[in-house]
């Protein structure tokens, strides 16, 4: 299992990013996928969630109404559309996907900063 998260970067406080995470390694279809991230000092959080197909989504409520989940099964990808985005959002975005263990990916970094 393999994933790779990218689309981070430094923006400004009301700015949007939209980060992917590449999967590869197991059937993506099948699988719901997560996005968590973890800010400096603190524990990894769930941010969102969407199932194998994509009907299902679940977001955390420190940003719901900001976010949107969607996937691609097409492109083994998972985004994650980030808007008005606020100095806390700021922290290390993980892509996981739960196969009796959990997987991770590095992580891509996201600094909400004027």
């Known amino acids: 299992v393999q994933l790779v998260e990218s689309g981070g970067g430094l923006v400004q406080p009301g700015g949007s990013l939209r980060l992917s995470c590449a999967a590869s390694?197991?059937?993506?279809?099948?699988?719901?996928m997560r996005w968590y991230r973890q800010a400096p000092g603190k524990e990894r959080e769930l941010v969102a969630t969407?199932?194998?197909?994509?009907?299902?989504?679940n977001y955390a409520d420190s940003m719901k109404g900001r976010n949107t989940i969607s996937r691609d099964n097409a492109k083994n990808t998972v985004y994650l559309q980030m808007n008005s985005l606020k100095p806390e959002d700021t922290a290390v975005y993980f892509c996981?996907?739960?196969?009796?263990?959990?997987?991770w990916g590095k992580g891509t970094l996201v600094t909400v900063s004027s």
């Open positions: 969407i199932s194998s197909t994509g009907g299902i989504r």
């Open positions: 390694g197991f059937t993506f279809s099948r699988y719901t």
């Open positions: 996981n996907v739960r196969n009796g263990v959990d997987y």
